[in-house]
């Protein structure tokens, strides 16, 4: 079955980087855009980035412009986040999506938490 894990989470102070991961299984990787998305505490879900399936394509949120890269490794059935000059309000649980013939699939989910 379809699923999606994400990792690379973890306390960062304010202007570190991190990495996230996202690897899928159960489906074809390589066909579909992939996305990422976050949810702030108190906050609702919202979209950080995504990639189409040859990487060709690619939308960030305003609020992710500039310091976020998104890519993939279709070899690799993954899709990567990179997030720099981190911010406090950068803190959320970042969520892995596709959606597939109309359905949508979560990942559960990868706290990045930005403090001193």
């Known amino acids: 079955q379809v699923q999606l894990v994400e990792s690379g989470g973890g306390l960062v102070q304010p202007g570190g980087s991190l990495r996230l991961s996202c690897a899928a299984f159960?489906?074809?990787?390589?066909?579909?855009?992939m996305n990422w998305y976050r949810q702030a505490p108190g906050k609702e879900r919202e979209f950080v980035a995504d990639?189409?399936?040859?990487?060709?394509?690619?939308n960030y949120a305003n609020s992710a412009q500039g310091r976020s890269t998104i890519s993939r490794d279709n070899a690799k059935n993954t899709v990567y986040l990179v997030i720099d000059r981190l911010k406090p309000e950068d803190t959320a649980v970042y969520y892995c999506?596709?959606?597939?013939?109309?359905?949508?699939?979560w990942g559960q989910g990868t706290q990045v938490t930005v403090s001193s």
């Open positions: 999506y596709v959606n597939i013939r109309g359905y949508a699939y």
């Open positions: 159960g489906f074809t990787f390589s066909v579909y855009t």
């Open positions: 990639i189409s399936s040859t990487g060709g394509i690619i």
